[in-house]
């Protein structure tokens, strides 16, 4: 088992920045990649970000390229979501996944799951 904590949410003002965080625990060798999804009030989960827990690939959705960055803490066995330029749209929760094999985009093939962090955005 794997075990996802998420820290870091809030409230910001549009073009702001915020920290996600994911520290992960337990049987994490079993970790191919780890992901960032969101949720707004009435939508879907949708894929924002992830990266091989080898930290050697990065994905992002196209909402979010050029404005986040995922990146590892090896010793920590954290996950990082650096969020600047922050707008509105995207405000959610904001929820990190785990999987062992490789990337996918769908919520629906995630085994691991943290409890989400709340990032609101005001404009």
């Known amino acids: 088992q794997v075990q996802l904590v998420e820290s870091g949410g809030g409230l910001v003002q549009a073009g702001g920045s915020l920290r996600l965080s994911c520290a992960a625990s337990g049987r994490t060798v079993s970790i191919y990649i780890m992901t960032w999804f969101r949720q707004a009030p009435g939508k879907e989960r949708e894929f924002v970000s992830a990266?091989?827990?080898?930290?050697?690939?990065?994905y992002y959705a196209d909402s979010v390229k050029g404005r986040f960055t995922i990146s590892r803490d090896n010793a920590k066995n954290t996950v990082y979501l650096q969020m600047n330029s922050l707008k509105s749209e995207d405000t959610a929760v904001y929820y990190c996944a785990a999987r062992p094999v490789v990337l996918s985009k769908l919520a629906s093939e995630y085994q691991y799951w943290g409890q989400g962090t709340q990032v609101t955005v005001s404009s």
């Open positions: 990266l091989t827990w080898s930290g050697t690939s990065t």
